[in-house]
């Protein structure tokens, strides 16, 4: 079975938005793209205006997909990461420890969690 994940490339300029993991959920510090599980029912683009909503306060437009993972942490999840802007609001910390407007240049100085290393290198090939 595999679980369904989107997340979001949040573009402000040439700096996309990445936040880090609470310390007490696995990857606990490790930073990532704003996301989770898609729910039943939902599509793929409604997950991830949800996700934004509950995680950091923002409405948001998602907008054509960048790519696709698959990864296995203890279960395979494939992670659709789609291209988005803020509609309104300012990101909030309401469930991640941190947020940090970064570079693709700045990418190697953060310690990402596994399942984003392959869209990580893929940033640095397209920007």
Request: proline share 6%; hydrophobic share 40%; charged share 25%.
């Amino acid at each position: 079975m595999i679980t369904e994940v989107v997340a979001a490339l949040i573009w402000q300029g040439d700096r996309f938005l990445i936040c880090q993991r609470p310390p007490h959920k696995a990857r606990g510090l490790l930073w990532e793209f704003v996301g989770g599980k898609v729910e039943p029912g939902e599509t793929k683009p409604q997950a991830l205006i949800r996700e934004c909503r509950e995680e950091l306060g923002i409405t948001i437009a998602v907008g054509e997909p960048f790519m696709e993972v698959t990864h296995t942490y203890r279960i395979d999840r494939a992670l659709s990461l789609f291209h988005s802007s803020i509609v309104s609001g300012e990101p909030q910390l309401l469930e991640h420890a941190d947020l940090r407007w970064i570079t693709v240049n700045e990418i190697d100085q953060y310690p990402f969690c596994p399942a984003d290393v392959e869209i990580l290198h893929e940033l640095k090939l397209r920007f």
